[in-house]
Each structure stands twice: as structure tokens, then as C-alpha cells.
């Protein structure tokens, strides 16, 4: 499971949204389960404490595995069938995400990912180590 979020500030403070942080590293997903949890953890953390967005990610997760719907452990209905969706369409998305040559618009095109979400997601693909760029949402 990949770490973020909480973690990558309290491990490189300040710096890690201001210029180069050498030495850390972006898990880039490689399949399209991984890609998709990247994208669930994204939603489960929107709006939410960091507490909260894990147990939550959790509990999705949990539920996803055992093929039932991640309305079982959101109580958010919109977020849970967005959750589902991204689970179900998971290799789809990426693969489109793969061959988009715009990855952040692509991401605005997801499911509940908005216009502040969609920069916390680029950050953790490493869309933004890409292009020499940070993420300050």
C-alpha cells in the first residue's frame, strides 16, 4: 500500500511542497488495481481528516475485495458509487489514463475527483514530478 498524504509531510516537512525533495520517491501504479486504489484513497480523503479518509480507504477496500459495494463502508452514497465505478472500470481507466497525453485533465474526468482532488491525485501518480511541477492543494 502506498504512502502519502500525512506521511510525506511529516517525513520531509515544509519542503515537500516547495522545490526539490530529493531523495523521495512517487510509487508509480503499474497495474490497474493499484491505480485504482490511488484513485479510491483520493476520494475516501476528500473533505475528511486524514484519520478518517484511511479508516474509511480501509473499509472500502475491505469490501471491494469480497466483491460487494463500497456502500458498505462509506456512508457517503455519491462517494460510494464513485468508489464502485472506478472499481469496476478499473483496467479501462488505466489504460486511458496510460495513453492520455494531458494526465491532469484526465484526471478532472474521473469520478468525484474535483478541481482540488485532482491536484492531491496528480501529486500521488507523480504527475507533477513529471513536469518539474508541485501540487499546493
Known amino acids: 500500500m502506498p504512502n502519502f498524504g500525512l506521511e510525506e509531510t511529516m517525513r520531509y516537512g ?3 511542497f516547495q522545490g526539490d525533495i530529493a531523495g523521495t520517491e512517487t510509487m508509480l501504479p503499474e497495474t490497474a488495481d493499484e491505480f ?3 484513485i479510491i484513497e483520493a476520494i475516501c480523503h476528500a ?7 484511511r479508516r474509511t480507504f480501509e473499509r472500502c477496500m475491505r469490501a471491494l475485495t ?3 459495494t463500497a456502500r458498505v463502508g462509506l456512508r457517503h452514497p455519491a462517494k460510494a458509487e464513485a468508489i464502485d465505478r472506478v472499481w469496476h472500470e478499473r483496467e479501462r481507466l488505466f489504460e486511458d489514463y496510460n495513453t ?10 474521473l469520478p468525484w ?4 482532488t485532482k491536484h492531491s ?7 507533477y514530478a513529471e513536469h518539474g511541477q ?3 492543494a
Open 14 to 16: 515544509a519542503r515537500a
Open 36 to 38: 485504482a486504489q490511488y
Open 47 to 53: 473533505s475528511v481528516t486524514p484519520g478518517v479518509g
Open 66 to 68: 469480497f466483491a460487494s
Open 100 to 109: 492520455s497525453p494531458d494526465k491532469l485533465r484526465f484526471l478532472a474526468t
Open 113 to 116: 475527483v474535483g478541481p482540488v
Open 121 to 127: 491525485l496528480a501529486r500521488r501518480l507523480g504527475v
Open 134 to 136: 508541485r501540487a499546493v
